[in-house]
């Protein structure tokens, strides 16, 4: 079955310095991944679309400065915090979309990255 | 490997009746699991949950099985509804920190 990779797993951080998150498709090719961000009761907020070789397109409120999203090939994205804040704390997950699955909106979901800044 | 599986892409059911959905996991360690309902455009959002120590937890029209013995758990809904139509994830996790998604199972309540 299909794989998305995300590293690192958990990453800690002061505040003021910028964390790098990979998402990998590990068996197919992405032209399309999702940047989500769980809150309290676990629900996931869409944060970006990012398609492979166009920028990505953000949801309202999402801080595209502060949130750097760069969809570099067909297999990889990376999803920059910048100037990391204690609020930015949380579960990162991101998502590929696989073209050639059965649904239209077929998105496999990598394990997420625990981002803590201190 | 995916250690979280929905077997079905789609499923159509009839307004009033009953939805199953169905999810098997593969890794023992998993010891809470979620449901998440997505509509088109929009992020996934929390639905329904159970722990390990439970075998069923029910919510309104929502009730979740697990079969620990099994690896499965199958959401319910009755009865079901248009507005329940969306795509529903299994997830799975274990100490409560990474979250494994299946692929999704799109349901449809035909009116």
Redesign the interface.
């Known amino acids: 079955?299909?794989?998305v990779s995300q590293h690192p797993?958990r990453v800690i951080c002061k505040s003021g310095t910028s964390v790098k998150i990979e998402c990998r498709s590990l068996d197919f090719q992405a032209t399309t991944m999702f940047w989500?961000r769980?809150f309290p009761?676990?629900?996931?907020?869409?944060m970006a679309t990012s398609n492979e070789g166009s920028k990505a397109t953000y949801e309202q409120g999402v801080e595209k400065d502060k949130f750097l999203i760069n969809h570099a090939s067909l297999t990889l994205s990376t999803l920059t915090v910048t100037s990391a804040h204690p609020e930015d704390s949380s579960?990162y997950?991101c998502?590929a979309r696989d073209p050639g699955?059965?649904?239209a909106?077929?998105?496999?979901?990598g394990?997420?990255t625990?981002l803590t800044v201190l | 490997d995916q250690q979280v599986k929905q077997n079905s892409p789609s499923l159509s059911v009839q307004e009033g009746r009953i939805s199953i959905l169905n999810c098997d996991y593969t890794n023992s360690m998993f010891d809470y699991f979620l449901w998440y309902k997505k509509y088109p455009a929009e992020g996934p959002t929390f639905l329904i949950s159970i722990s390990s120590i439970k075998d069923k937890n029910e919510d309104g029209r929502f009730t979740v099985f697990l079969n620990k013995s099994a690896k499965h758990l199958s959401l319910h809904i009755v009865p079901s509804q248009p507005g329940d139509s969306a795509v529903y994830f299994c997830a799975a996790t274990s100490s409560y920190d990474k979250v494994i998604f299946g692929p999704g199972t799109s349901l449809s309540v035909i009116p």
Do not use: C, E, H, N
Request: net charge positive; hydrophobic share 40%; glycine share 12%.
């Open positions: 079955g299909a794989v797993s989500y769980q009761k676990k629900s996931l907020m869409l579960f997950i998502s699955g059965i649904l909106d077929t998105q496999y979901f394990p997420g625990r």
